[in-house]
């Protein structure tokens, strides 16, 4: 059974720390995204990749957030300094991209708390 | 620049027929996707359509009309387990993204 990986699930943190989340997409998905969702904002795209290269980063604060894929099965985001507003569920999703682009599967995200 | 509408929350009973709909504004569309997320969970994929007309899969069916900018999400016979958010998605190009709504928050009473 592929599933989308993320790690940590849960992490509180204070102000000014970094914080990374890791996912391991599904094997042989070729795009992976980067989500966070708040009630204010609703589900929002941060980052995307498409064979480990970055589509569109537009979404995320380039001061302080930054996004990479390693190798096919990491793919990470960093926030440094993390601030109180950051608090929100991190989700990252991959897909098999071509035709089946619209089907994209998504991790069990990671709640971040900072205080 | 993309943009859809939903209604915020629909409620409904067990057993009854619920839609939810879904106008959009895009440029390039390439079809509209639905996602389910129970609370504290993930969204997880429903349907997809790229051609106008009506989709079936089980309980759940989705529409499109491509001239109206306008779908919606049909569930039959609605058990408690379908209360969730619900959310559109334009999108499906070979690029792979896809353009969220704000979702809906489906409640169904016993």
């Known amino acids: 059974d592929a599933r989308v990986t993320q790690t940590p699930r849960h992490k509180v943190t204070e102000m000014g720390q970094e914080v990374t989340m890791r996912c391991q997409p599904i094997l042989g998905h070729n795009t992976v995204f980067w989500y966070r969702q708040t009630m204010m904002q609703g589900l929002e795209l941060l980052a995307y990749?498409?064979?480990?290269?970055?589509?569109?980063d537009s979404g995320m604060p380039k001061d302080r957030f930054s996004a990479e894929m390693p190798d096919a099965t990491l793919a990470t985001l960093k926030i440094q300094p993390s601030e109180p507003r950051d608090s929100a569920v991190y989700f990252c999703?991959?897909?098999?991209?071509?035709?089946?682009?619209?089907?994209?599967?998504f991790g069990p995200g990671t709640r971040l708390t900072v205080t | 620049g993309q943009s859809l509408e939903q209604p915020s929350e629909v409620t409904a009973v067990e057993g009854a027929i619920v839609q939810i709909n879904c106008t959009y504004q895009t440029s390039g569309f390439y079809g509209l996707s639905w996602y389910q997320q129970h609370d504290g969970g993930a969204p997880t994929f429903l349907s997809y359509?790229?051609?106008?007309g009506l989709e079936e899969t089980g309980r759940f069916s989705s529409f499109l009309s491509r001239s109206d900018s306008y779908g919606y999400l049909l569930l039959q016979e609605l058990q408690m387990k379908d209360s969730a958010s619900y959310f559109c998605?334009?999108?499906?190009?070979?690029?792979?993204?896809?353009?969220f709504g704000r979702g809906t928050q489906l409640t169904v009473w016993p």
């Open positions: 999703a991959s897909g098999p991209g071509g035709g089946l682009s619209y089907e994209q599967y």
């Open positions: 990749f498409r064979n480990r290269a970055p589509l569109d």
């Open positions: 998605a334009v999108g499906g190009s070979t690029l792979g993204r896809l353009y």
């Open positions: 359509n790229a051609l106008d």
